[in-house]
């Protein structure tokens, strides 16, 4: 089984998180639904890391050694944010305002 490499992958977390921001302001998000607990927020320790998780998936799919800007965009685009477009449709209201915490659950 193939084991696709990201090169500089804090560089690549960082092309992430401005990615996303912008897509929060796209849609006119509250910017905590950045942060943990939020939506955009794309893992649960609020690190892209699922991001990252898709492209390399795309990598050993399309039989890659390296993950490419091109399959992040991939998982960024198409996947992500066109996850969020649709859910946006639907709770729109929801996600408009700030982020609750969920009950039980204190910031660290």
Not at 89 to 98: A, M, R, T
């Amino acid at each position: 089984m193939l084991a696709p490499i990201i090169n500089d992958p804090e560089r690549v977390l960082t092309y992430i998180v401005i990615n996303l921001e912008k897509i929060r302001e796209d849609y006119g998000l509250d910017p905590t639904q950045i942060s943990r607990y939020g939506f955009l927020n794309a893992n649960h320790h609020a690190k892209p890391a699922s991001i990252l998780r898709v492209a390399l998936a795309l990598a050993r799919a399309k039989d890659v050694n390296v993950v490419s800007k091109s399959l992040i965009d991939v998982a960024l685009k198409e996947y992500f944010e066109w996850n969020l477009g649709y859910i946006y449709k639907i709770w729109e209201d929801l996600l408009k305002g700030p982020t609750p915490i969920p009950l039980g659950l204190k910031e660290e």
